[in-house]
C-alpha cells in the first residue's frame, strides 16, 4: 500500500534556470535559485516565513580601455551585445555551520552577470531579506586591479553567454560617443585624457571580462587546524574555503573564518575572509565544482576538489594544507592534479556529487552529470590514487541537472530538465533502478499537486539524516489555470521520503522487528526503515556533524502514530547497539536500566542525541514547562505521568538523569578551569576568544542540593577550589537582584528563581519569575538571550567546547588541566541538547528548526 508524502510541496514565484538549483543546509534550511530571488524556507513549513535574497543589476566593474573600433572584434561581440538588464541566480552554495556572526550558516550567491556575494541571515535585523556581507567579485577585482590583471591569460569565449564587463571607450573615438549609450540605458564611460595612451587590445579586454565572469560558486566542508597552527589565543581554530568558477577556466580560492566570538546582537560583525589561490583548472567555462573532506587518516585529512567543465574535461585536486590554512599570500600552487578523470570532448560536465563509499573508508565515489542526459560514476582510492570507472549511464534525455549520494554512497538520485528524478541502488559491480519514495505512515493534511503539472527539474538535495530527498521543478503554464494559478506559480518543491527504500549492502547494525495485528505496512520495509534511521543516528556520532535531527524526529513521530511498539523497539535497539555495544536482544527494561547505570561513561555526543530522542519522540506530547517543573522537584514524576504509560515514566527518569550528568560535567569542567588558573596565580581574565568558568557560586549550590546524585569526583574538586575562596566574588553571588526589582533571588533550582519581594506588585504576594542561563545558573538578564528549540533553555553564556567532546565524565588532573586552560569560547551549542543555540524570532520571520 503506498501512502501519500507527510510533507507538502511548497510554492515558489521564480522559476530555476540552472543546474544545482537547491540546496539544504546545515542548519536544516533550503535555498532555491528562482529567477532573480533565492527563496529561503523551512522543508516543515511551506506556507510559513521565508528568507530572500533580491538580485539586483550591478555597477559595471572597469578592467581597461578600448579603441572604438575594437568594439566590432569577435571577443567581444557577446559583451557589445549584452541586452539582459534583469539578471537572475545562476549558482548557490551554503556554508558549513559556524560561518555567521550568530554561528549560523553564511549562503554565496553567483548571478548571471557573473557577480558573487555573500549574504547571512538577518538574525538581528528583524526583517524578511538577507544581508550581504562581502562581494567577493569586487574583492577580486581590487587583487587584479593591484597585479595589473598580469597572468590572466587569453581564454576561449563561448557567445551563448556575456557577463556584466562593458567596455570602456577612449574620448577621441568620437562626438557621438556622448549620445552612445550601453544596452542597459547608461552612457559609456569616456577614458580621462591622460590615459589615453594605456589602451588595451580587445583580446586582453575579453580575457579580463572572462576572469571576472564568474559562473558557479561551493563551500568546502569544515577544516580544522592543528593545535600548532594558531599560538594566538584569539585566532579561530577552523576555517572554511569558498571556489568560485569562471569563464577563463579559473578557480579563485577565499578563506573564510568564523568569528571570535558569536553574537545574537550585533549587526556590523566584520567577515573575516582572505584571497589565497587562483588556480588554472580547465581551459575553458568552470561549470561544476564539489569538494570532498577525506578523512580516512584522521591525524592528516585530505582536501579534495572535483571540478568539471564546458569542455566535457573532470579533473580531481588535491589541496596543500598548510598552504590553505596557514599561508598569507595568494598562493598558485595550493593544489595538484591528481587525476583527469575525463578529457575534453564535445559534452559538457553538469553537476558533480562526491561521497565516500559505505563499505572501503579509503575509497570515494565521483558521480559525473552531463548535458547528453548521461552521468558516470568512478571509484577512486585515494590511498593508492587509483581511479576505476564503475560505469556510464543513458538515464536522461536531457541535460542531468543534479546528482546526489545518499546513506554513504548506497543510494543515487539524479534529476534533468526531462522532468525525472530517478533513484538507483548501488551493488558491488553494478547499479540498479529502484522506486523513488518509500511508504509512510498517513498524516492528515497531506497534500500533493498533480505532478503532470511539473515541466522540468532543476535539482535535487538530500536532507542531513539522509531521511527526505528535495527536487525543484518548473511548472507547465499550459496545464495551469491562466487566470489564477499560471500568473503567480512558476515553480515548486517536492519531497520524498527515501528512508524505507531497500538495505542490499550489509550493514554493522541490521534491524528487524515484528509488529503484531496490523499488516497496513510491510514487514520487510519496516526493517528497512529501522535499519536506515539506526544509519542515520549512527552517523552523528561524528563529533564534527551538526545535530540537525528533523527528519529522524519527523519520521519517528510518524511511526509513533502508527505503532508506539514500533518506535520503542528501534530506539531500544538503537540504545543497545550504541549506548552498551551489544548485538543482543535484552528485554526493554533491562535496556534502559543499563543505560541509565552507565551514563558517566558515555561520551556527551551520545546523551544529546538521547535527551533529543526523548524530549522531541518519546515525550513529545509534554511541554518543555512540565518537564522542568519535574527537574526542579515542584511537581514529581507520578503527576505528569498519570495518564501515561509505565514505560514513558522510565523515559523520564533517564531525561532527568542524562541531563544531571551533563550539567555535572559542565560544573566539573569549570572548578577543574579555576582549579588550573589557580595553580599558575592567575586571576582568570576576560580574554578575547578564551572561556573562563561563571557562576561558580550557583554551582556550589547546586552541589548541594544536588548531594544524593553528584559524583565523589565532583565534589572533591569542588570543595578543593571552594576551600582555596580564590575566585572573584564579582562572579559568583550567591544571592543576586531581581531584574525587575531591588529584591533578592536566592538559589532554589537551576532553571528558574522567584525574588523574594513581597510587595514587588502592589502588595498581592507575587513574586517575579526568573529564567536561569542553562550554563551559569546565573539569572538572566533582559537583553537577548540563547535560546534552545529543543528543550527551550535560555542563557547568556556559552559552554566551553571541551564539554562537547567528552567521552566521559573524567577529570584527571592532567587531561582537565590541559583541556581548561586551552578551552576557547564555544559555538552556541546547548549543554543539554547538543544543537544550535538561536535568537528567538518573531512567528512571522524564518528560524532554522534542527529538531
Not at 175 to 194: I, R
Not at 464 to 484: Q, S, W
Request: hydrophobic fraction near 40%; proline fraction near 6%.
Amino acid at each position: 500500500m503506498r501512502y501519500p508524502s507527510p510533507l507538502q510541496p511548497t510554492m515558489l514565484l521564480g522559476s530555476p534556470s540552472f543546474p544545482n538549483a537547491i540546496a539544504w543546509s546545515e542548519e536544516n534550511l533550503i535555498a532555491i535559485a528562482s529567477g532573480h530571488l533565492v527563496t529561503i524556507l523551512k522543508p516543515d513549513s511551506p506556507n510559513g516565513p521565508r528568507g530572500v535574497i533580491k538580485v539586483s543589476p550591478s555597477e559595471p566593474l572597469p578592467v581597461g580601455f578600448i579603441e572604438r573600433k575594437d568594439l566590432l572584434s569577435g571577443c567581444l561581440l557577446p559583451i557589445s551585445l549584452y541586452r539582459d538588464d534583469k539578471p537572475v541566480v545562476r549558482s548557490i552554495s551554503w556554508s558549513p555551520l559556524g560561518m555567521a556572526a550568530n554561528s549560523g550558516c553564511l549562503i554565496a550567491v553567483c548571478t548571471t552577470e557573473g557577480h558573487v556575494k555573500i549574504y547571512r541571515p538577518p538574525f538581528c535585523d528583524f526583517c524578511a531579506e538577507w544581508i550581504e556581507v562581502v562581494d567577493i567579485t569586487e574583492r577580486l577585482h581590487e587583487y587584479f586591479q593591484c597585479t595589473e590583471f598580469r597572468g590572466t591569460g587569453i581564454p576561449s569565449l563561448d557567445f551563448s553567454e556575456v557577463g556584466n564587463i562593458r567596455p570602456c571607450l577612449p574620448r577621441n573615438a568620437s562626438d557621438q560617443t556622448d549620445s552612445m549609450s550601453k544596452p542597459n540605458g547608461k552612457l559609456l564611460k569616456k577614458m580621462p585624457e591622460n590615459q589615453t595612451d594605456s589602451t588595451i587590445s580587445a583580446d586582453q579586454y575579453a580575457s579580463r571580462s572572462a576572469m571576472l565572469c564568474s559562473l558557479v560558486v561551493s563551500w568546502s566542508p569544515l577544516l580544522h587546524l592543528a593545535s600548532e597552527f594558531y599560538p594566538v589565543p584569539n585566532t579561530c581554530a577552523s576555517v572554511s574555503l569558498l571556489a568560485v568558477g569562471g569563464k577563463s577556466g579559473k578557480i579563485s580560492l577565499w578563506r573564510f573564518h568564523p568569528a571570535d566570538c558569536y553574537t545574537i546582537v550585533d549587526r556590523k560583525v566584520p567577515t573575516a575572509v582572505n584571497f589565497i589561490d587562483l588556480l588554472q583548472a580547465h581551459n575553458s567555462w568552470v561549470t561544476t565544482i564539489s569538494w570532498f573532506l577525506f578523512a580516512f587518516d584522521s591525524s592528516n585529512p585530505q582536501i579534495l576538489l572535483a571540478t568539471g567543465s564546458s569542455d566535457g574535461s573532470v579533473k580531481v585536486w588535491l589541496g596543500d594544507n598548510d598552504k590553505l590554512l596557514k599561508s598569507s599570500e595568494v598562493e598558485q600552487t595550493s593544489f595538484s592534479l591528481l587525476k583527469e578523470v575525463i578529457t575534453a570532448n564535445v559534452v559538457p560536465v553538469t553537476v558533480l556529487s562526491i561521497t565516500v563509499h559505505v563499505q572501503y573508508s579509503s575509497k570515494m565515489l565521483l558521480a559525473i552529470g552531463k548535458g547528453s542526459g548521461s552521468f558516470e560514476i568512478w571509484l577512486c582510492d585515494i590511498s593508492s590514487r587509483e581511479f576505476d570507472k564503475f560505469g556510464s549511464f543513458d538515464a536522461h534525455d536531457y541535460a542531468v541537472t543534479g546528482l546526489a549520494w545518499a546513506f554513504g554512497g548506497r543510494f543515487l538520485y539524479s534529476c534533468s530538465q526531462d522532468n525525472l528524478v530517478r533513484s538507483w541502488i548501488l551493488h558491488e559491480s553494478c547499479l540498479d533502478e529502484v522506486t523513488v519514495c518509500s511508504d509512510m505512515p498517513h498524516t492528515n493534511n497531506s497534500f500533493c499537486p498533480s505532478r503532470d503539472t511539473f515541466d522540468s527539474c532543476f535539482g535535487v538535495a538530500v536532507s542531513p539524516g539522509n531521511l527526505v530527498i528535495a527536487t525543484v521543478h518548473c511548472f507547465d503554464g499550459e496545464k495551469l489555470n491562466r487566470m489564477y494559478e499560471a500568473r503567480i506559480l512558476k515553480a515548486a518543491i517536492d519531497y520524498f521520503w527515501i528512508g524505507g527504500l531497500q538495505v542490499d549492502v550489509p550493514l554493522k547494525s541490521p534491524f528487524s522487528c515484528n509488529i503484531e495485528d496490523d499488516s497496513s505496512l510491510p514487514q520487510k520495509e519496516l526493517n528497512y526503515w529501522g535499519t536506515n534511521i539506526i544509519w542515520s543516528l549512527n552517523q552523528y556520532q561524528c563529533l564534527d556533524k551538526p545535530l540537525v535531527l528533523w527528519d529522524i524526529i519527523k519520521a519517528l513521530l510518524a511511526f509513533k502514530d502508527y505503532k508506539l511498539k514500533y518506535v520503542e523497539h528501534l530506539l531500544i535497539k538503537w540504545l543497545s547497539l550504541s549506548f552498551l555495544g551489544s548485538h543482543i536482544d535484552l528485554p526493554p527494561e533491562q535496556v534502559l536500566s543499563l543505560v541509565s547505570s552507565s551514563l558517566s561513561n558515555i561520551p556527551s555526543r551520545l546523551l544529546h542525541l538521547l535527551n533529543i530522542i526523548c524530549r522531541r519522540v518519546i515525550l513529545a506530547e509534554l511541554d518543555g514547562d512540565q518537564i522542568t517543573r519535574i527537574y526542579s522537584k515542584t511537581q514529581n514524576v507520578e503527576g505528569v505521568c498519570s495518564t501515561m504509560e509505565k514505560e514513558v515514566t522510565k523515559w523520564i527518569e533517564i531525561l532527568l538523569s542524562s541531563e544531571r550528568e551533563l550539567r555535572g560535567r559542565l560544573v566539573g569542567f569549570s572548578f577543574s578551569a579555576l582549579r588550573t588558573s589557580m595553580s599558575h596565580s592567575e586571576a582568570t581574565p576576560s580574554q578575547p576568544g578564551r572561556w573562563y568558568p561563571v557562576g561558580l557560586a550557583q554551582m556550589e549550590q547546586w552541589i548541594a542540593l544536588e548531594q544524593e546524585h553528584i559524583r565523589d569526583q565532583l565534589k572533591f574538586i569542588a570543595s578543593e577550589v571552594t576551600h582555596q575562596k580564590r575566585f572573584p566574588t564579582s562572579r559568583c553571588l550567591a544571592v543576586e537582584p531581581c531584574i525587575y526589582c531591588s529584591a533578592s533571588v536566592p538559589f532554589e533550582s537551576p532553571e528558574f528563581g522567584f525574588c523574594q519581594g513581597e510587595n514587588c506588585t502592589g502588595g498581592n504576594g507575587k513574586r517575579h519569575r526568573l529564567l536561569r542561563c542553562a550554563v551559569s545558573m546565573q539569572v538572566c538578564p533582559g537583553t537577548p538571550l540563547w535560546c534552545c528549540v529543543c528543550c527551550h533553555r535560555l542563557g547568556f553564556r556559552l559552554a566551553p567546547e571541551p564539554l562537547f567532546r567528552m567521552s566521559s565524565f573524567h577529570l584527571d588532573s592532567d587531561s582537565s588541566s590541559k583541556s581548561s586552560s586551552q578551552a576557547v569560547s564555544s559555538t552556541p551549542f546547548c549543554p543539554f541538547c547538543g544543537i544550535l543555540l538561536q535568537r528567538q524570532q518573531p512567528d512571522f520571520l524564518l528560524s532554522p528548526t534542527p529538531v
